[in-house]
Nanobody, 123 residues
Framework: QVRLVESGGRLAQAGGSLRLSCVAS????????TGWFRQAPGKEREFVAA????????SYSDSVKGRFTVSRDNAKSTVFLQMSSLKPEDTAVYYC????????????????WGVGTQVTVSS
C-alpha cells in the first residue's frame, strides 16, 4: 500500500524557517513528480510547490516563490519543502502528493496524497 507521510510541521515565528519532509513507501518514487499543497481553515486547498521526478524542474505558486524551496532525494524516497521568511498567512495543513504526470498545480493530477502536517506561523 502506497503511503506518503509528512513531518516537520510545528509552531513557528513570523520571519522564521521550517523544513517539511515527506517520505514515500511502496512507490516507485523516482518515477513520480511530487507536490506540496496547503489548506487553511475555511479555504480551498491550494498549490504550493512541485518538483519533477528527476529534480531538475520545479514549480512554485506566486505566494511562496522566492521564500520556499522544494527538493527531493530519490534514494531516500523523500521530498522536502524548505520554508523561509514565514508569514502568518502560511498557516495551514501542508500535504504532499505524488503524480505520474506533470501538471504541478492541478490537484486532480496527483495519484497519492499524505495526511498532512500542521504549520502555524505566529506574528
Amino acid at each position: 500500500q502506497v503511503r506518503l507521510v509528512e513531518s516537520g510541521g510545528r509552531l513557528a515565528q513570523a520571519g522564521g524557517s521550517l523544513r517539511l519532509s515527506c517520505v514515500a513507501s511502496s512507490l516507485a518514487f523516482s518515477t513520480y513528480a511530487t507536490g506540496w499543497f496547503r489548506q487553511a481553515p475555511g479555504k480551498e486547498r491550494e498549490f504550493v510547490a512541485a518538483i519533477k521526478w528527476g529534480g531538475a524542474i520545479t514549480s512554485y505558486s506566486d505566494s511562496v516563490k522566492g521564500r520556499f524551496t522544494v527538493s527531493r532525494d530519490n534514494a531516500k524516497s523523500t521530498v522536502f519543502l524548505q520554508m523561509s521568511s514565514l508569514k502568518p498567512e502560511d498557516t495551514a495543513v501542508y500535504y504532499c502528493a505524488a503524480a505520474l504526470s506533470w501538471a504541478p498545480a492541478v490537484s486532480r493530477s496527483y495519484n497519492y496524497w499524505g495526511v498532512g502536517t500542521q504549520v502555524t506561523v505566529s506574528s
